[in-house]
């Protein structure tokens, strides 16, 4: 059974980078049948997937349309985790943002962030 | 992008009684390669992320109460709580993971009558 288990910060000021790690037990980042994926929510937008990484032979990664120019999701291997980094927030990105094993998704216990100066 | 809409917003079912949620598509989920449908179905409460209960549209998660099914194939789903008990208040979703964007629908809100 998979365990995801979010670190970051819960504030990140306008224009500045917003930084989130997902902790990974009982599964490998590395794994050849694993997706690792960011998902957030908020009242105006509901549920929405942001991005993936994955490992198949090598690293591939897939980002929705809406946040295409301003994210990066990332593996680290060396510990068993993988991280999110959205550029450039505005107070729209204001959310709880989720990691996920899937899809069908397991979920970590999210992490609510707010973008305010 | 794929389009899931959800039909009821929310809807109050008395304890023990039937609950049913659609779910419906704006293309098909359905792979003829392997005959299975892309849909899943989540629970969430308050303050807690979504829980996965059903898989190609009608595989329950292990653990999950057998009075929660799905039914359904291409476009047209259906989530149905047979017997509502209290703990099954809660918003229910739908997600479609045929195409990357993963997509969701809004949400439906069950409560007690």
């Known amino acids: 059974q998979v365990h995801l288990q979010q670190s970051g910060p819960g504030l990140v000021k306008p224009s500045q980078t917003l930084s989130l790690t997902c902790a990974i037990s009982?599964?490998?980042?590395?794994?050849?049948?694993?997706?690792w994926n960011w998902i957030r929510q908020s009242p105006s937008r509901g549920l929405e997937w942001l991005g993936r990484?994955?490992?198949?032979?090598?690293?591939?990664?897939d980002y929705a349309p809406s946040v295409k120019s301003r994210i990066t999701i990332n593996p680290d291997t060396s510990k068993n985790q993988f991280t999110l980094q959205l550029n450039s927030v505005t107070p729209e990105d204001t959310a709880v943002y989720y990691c996920?094993?899937?899809?069908?998704?397991?979920w970590g216990q999210g992490t609510l962030v707010t973008v305010s100066s | 992008d794929i389009v899931m809409t959800q039909s009821p917003d929310s809807l109050a079912v008395s304890l023990g009684e039937r609950a049913t949620i659609n779910c419906k598509s704006s293309?098909?989920?359905?792979?003829?390669?392997?005959?299975?449908?892309?849909i899943a179905w989540y629970q969430q409460k308050p303050g807690q992320p979504p829980k996965l209960l059903i898989y190609?549209?009608?595989s329950r998660e292990s653990g999950v109460p057998d009075r929660f099914s799905g039914s359904g194939s291409g476009t047209d789903f259906t989530l149905t709580i047979s017997t509502l008990q209290a703990e099954d208040v809660a918003v229910y979703y739908c997600?479609?993971?045929?195409?990357?964007?993963?997509?969701f629908g809004p949400g439906t809100k069950v409560d007690i009558k």
């Open positions: 996920a094993r899937g899809p069908p998704f397991s």
């Open positions: 009982g599964d490998s980042v590395s794994s050849n049948s694993a997706v």
């Open positions: 990484t994955y490992y198949r032979s090598k690293w591939y990664n």
């Open positions: 293309q098909s989920v359905l792979y003829s390669s392997n005959n299975k449908n892309y």
């Open positions: 190609w549209a009608s």
């Open positions: 997600q479609q993971y045929h195409s990357t964007a993963f997509t």
